[in-house]
């Protein structure tokens, strides 16, 4: 069996650095892909991160729909405490699970969120946030994991996370341990792609997909090396060879691009996608300092985390709100960074703090009017581009999940939950973040050739691979076959007939009548051992 | 009917011998075998391994346990492998019918 459809991630790639990258002769490979198929802008999902985003992808349904919002979720839609996001809060179907309701079988390679691993029909290495001492237990079938294990290069601690290394994507890395770790990355995106490579011998699907997460994390420690608008006019030695690092980093991912699209054979149809795009930022607003100014936030005392050196605030230290806020005085907050969100405190039956359920919309109206009022302290420009309350960009099942407010930063600003002694701040060197601009490119049967084509949506994309593996795409999905990537007229044999959302049996997705802790009222207690948990974890101090 | 604690006991030794076995860890795993001390592991993995003991034994009061752990001393937070079969014992008791924690 050879595949019928590839499908190959590009966690946070933008067409600003690959274009150049294309045209300069460092990914031959995928010039000549894109000549051969056409592209697209991939506009992602609000907020354009890795899991609300690749869940989007995988389901072509928005976060309110899915019920991912962020690396962490909230316990419960009122509670103050966060837990990781995990793969029993993907409730909804995804490309694979439909799949195998199909009758077809999936290898999917390094995606986020898959553990505790969902049933599949097909193969499952697991990604994300899966430590590399336990990635035995995210494999499916059973004894995968052995068989892999097998294989001479086989490595999991460079295949999967190691919390050590993470950290320096967020909070930055010596000038002297650059190079080993982008070479590490280099290496790790060969490794997975030996097991994807292995398993389209070994256990043939209809559909493969893998995940190269390596872009992201060398645009967010290395930008200033890529984007050809920041790089230094006479570079040091140094920066000359963090650069070349890079360019080799890109020009091994193409390489290994060839060889799996080689494998897939020409009669695949292959895509690639982000999950979001990316560009540099220099200015970080501190949204819970300009709470804090307008007395809606206290902290504890003297607590309150403040910017070190990077101004960035890594993943152990992700969820201290909790500790460092004064809750008998605080009405609103920003829990992460990455989130872009502000939560309101409501009022507990019978309790006296917080905002009450009657003065709650007047309350977020009036947060969001003072966020749009908010200036820049240099320029006199507004700050925040736009704010959104949550029934808004959230609609769905899930709305209740996300935070009352998401705001989008003008220009090239970025959040900061850190108290600060400013609102905004300046970091000393750019760095990269996230933006909603991905891309999408694709070649194939009945794909156009050597065009580029309108935007498209991150939700779309399910609707392309179902489409190219001659699957129905259920009612309840958001995206829509994006046609102007197709030849006019033409259509893959069909393998099902459509049926009705509501009808279908899910093989593949844990769908749970109601959210995840839907019925669960922690109390005071509850809480506070929950608070004690994180801190036993180390997410707080 | 509830597992035993002995039947529990084996199987937890049973999956963290097999995962050990992946890792640069080449002592005997007992119920004595420290988590934190002995092999190793970080935060995200005690995150992952509650998943997936909870996978096998159902819901339990994970939250509780780790908060207790939390409160020792830095240098004596650690917990062992015989004190997560005990968790999971007493969980499957409690929640048997007519159990008792």
Partial sequence: MTPKTILIGLDGATFTVLDPLMAGGVMPHLRDLVADGVRATLRSVVPPLTPPAWTSLMTGKRPGEHGVFDFFQKETPDSRYFRFTSSHDVQSATIWSIAGDCGLRSNVLNFPLMFPPPALVGCLVPGGWMPWRQLRLGCRPAGLFDRLKELPSFNPRELSHDMALEEKVLEGCAAEEYLDWITLHTRRERRWTEVFLYLMREEPADFGAILFDGVDKLQHLCWRFLDPALAPKDPTPWERDVRAACLNYFRELDGLIAEIVAAAGPDATVLFASDHGFGPTSDIVYLNTWLERRGLLAWAGDRGARPDATHQVGINQIARHVFEMDWDRTLAYAATPSSQGIHIVRRAPGGSGGVADEDYHRFRDELAAGLMGLRHPETGRPVVAEVWPRDEVFAGPFEPWGPDLTVRLEGDAVVSILRADAVVGRRPEPAGTHRPEGIFLAKGPGVRRGEAVAEMSLLDVAPFVLHSLGLPIPDDVSGRLPVQTLEPGWAPPRLAEPVEAASRPLVGASVAADPIGAGVALDAEEERLVLKRLSALGYLE | ?101
């Fill in chain 2, 1 to 101: 009917m509830p597992l035993t604690h002995k039947q529990i006991l084996d199987a937890v030794l049973e999956l963290m011998t097999e995962l050990s076995g992946d890792w640069e860890y080449s002592g005997a795993i007992t119920a004595e075998t420290r988590l934190l001390g002995d092999l190793a592991m970080d935060s995200l993995d005690l995150v992952i391994l509650g998943g997936e003991l909870q996978e096998r034994y159902g819901q339990l009061p994970f939250s509780e346990f780790l908060a207790e752990l939390g409160k020792q001393e830095a240098e004596a937070r650690d917990v062992t492998i015989g004190e997560l079969v005990d968790l999971i014992s007493r969980q499957q008791r409690a929640t048997a019918p007519g159990g008792v924690a």
